[in-house]
């Protein structure tokens, strides 16, 4: 049964920083693109980043390029997402996500794992 974990969220200052994990089980995790989207209460869910299952290049959205890092390990079966400049406009629920192989990493139709999300907050 294939299963994402995210952890790491929580609250933080703006400008502060903030790493989430993502551990997958009952996949073949190298043959999989990760992202990481995010939603807020009564909006869409939207992309943030995606690093495709050989993590030759990563892909963000404008809005978080040179603040985020997608990273991952697929000796570990992990994922992360490094946060820095935080402002409130991130804060949102985070949610990690699967696709086989490399497809259209900004569409969520194009995931088929999902984990349950964790939560990250910027305020002071």
């Known amino acids: 049964q294939a299963q994402l974990v995210e952890s790491g969220g929580g609250l933080v200052q703006p400008g502060g920083s903030l790493r989430l994990s993502c551990a997958a089980s009952?996949?073949?995790?190298?043959?999989?693109?990760i992202a990481w989207f995010r939603q807020v209460p009564g909006k869409e869910r939207e992309f943030v980043a995606a690093?495709?299952?050989?993590?030759?290049?990563?892909y963000y959205d404008d809005s978080v390029e040179g603040r985020f890092t997608i990273s991952r390990d697929n000796r570990k079966n992990s994922a992360s997402l490094q946060m820095s400049s935080l402002t409130p406009e991130d804060t949102a629920d985070y949610y990690c996500?699967?696709?086989?192989?490399?497809?259209?990493?900004?569409?969520?139709?194009?995931?088929?794992?999902w984990g349950q999300g964790t939560q990250v907050t910027v305020s002071s």
């Open positions: 690093i495709p299952y050989d993590a030759k290049r990563a």
């Open positions: 009952g996949f073949i995790f190298n043959r999989y693109t």
């Open positions: 996500a699967a696709q086989q192989w490399f497809g259209y990493y900004r569409e969520r139709a194009s995931y088929i794992y």
